[in-house]
């Protein structure tokens, strides 16, 4: 059974660096085709996608946050990481990690975390 | 980037009537398109890969079609469990990219 979850620091301060960890259980980050993605989600608003790393250490993060993003992995602890830098009010949201599926026609997600709700205010 | 744009908005449907939501992207993607939905206070849930494919556990009234650039998720028959945010996602290439939502309600 495949889970995942979010933690943070709940609030921090604009100009602060975000560190997110996500903890899962049920696959291992070194198995071959295995990715986990980092996905936020302001509050009633839409999905982003932020940053993917995968099991032999490839990484994509969104041009968007222009470098502000640093994605990593803890193979042997069963964990992925997020960091996000010089923070500001509209990096607040729910900040998920996601794993994808097996599919051959794309990147999709059917296993998420609940999801961890981290606020950036003075 | 491809830029994913659904519609509509928010729409109201009766219980046992038929849903369709619509996706369009900015350019071709190969049916690399999913559907989910959210519920309040949940994450999502992937219902439709690959265009038309039913993800294992989502009933059979939901289905999905399309190709190109043009793609929608259909609700043969609302049920009250229905009522959600309804979200498209390209996954053909980085930055993966969803659409706004759909936010649909029992009328």
């Known amino acids: 059974q495949v889970t995942l979850k979010e933690s943070g620091p709940g609030i921090l301060q604009p100009s602060q660096t975000l560190s997110l960890t996500c903890s899962f259980s049920?696959?291992?980050?070194?198995?071959?085709?295995?990715?986990v993605s980092w996905i936020r989600q302001p509050s009633g608003k839409g999905l982003e996608w932020l940053a993917t790393?995968?099991?032999?250490?490839?990484?994509d993060c969104n041009p968007s946050l222009k470098n502000r993003l640093t994605i990593s992995k803890d193979t042997s602890n069963n964990q992925a990481f997020l960091k996000i830098t010089s923070v500001d009010t509209a990096d607040t949201a729910i900040y998920y990690c996601a794993r994808s599926g097996d599919y051959y026609d794309g990147t999709y997600y059917p296993y998420w975390g609940q999801g961890v709700m981290v606020t950036v205010s003075s | 980037d491809i830029q994913m744009t659904q519609s509509p908005a928010s729409l109201s449907a009766s219980l046992g009537e038929t849903v369709t939501i619509q996706c369009r992207a900015s350019?071709?993607?190969?049916?690399?398109l999913a559907w989910y939905q959210q519920k309040p206070g949940k994450s999502p849930q992937l219902l439709i890969y690959g265009a038309s494919s039913l993800q294992d556990g989502v009933p059979s009234r939901f289905s999905g079609s399309g190709s190109g650039t043009q793609y929608s998720l259909k609700i043969s028959s609302m049920q009250t469990e229905d009522e959600g945010v309804y979200f498209c996602q390209q996954g053909l290439k980085y930055p993966l990219t969803f659409g706004s939502g759909t936010k649909l309600e029992i009328k």
């Open positions: 790393i995968c099991w032999e250490d490839s990484k």
């Open positions: 049920g696959f291992s980050l070194s198995t071959s085709g295995i990715c």
């Open positions: 350019e071709d993607i190969y049916s690399g």
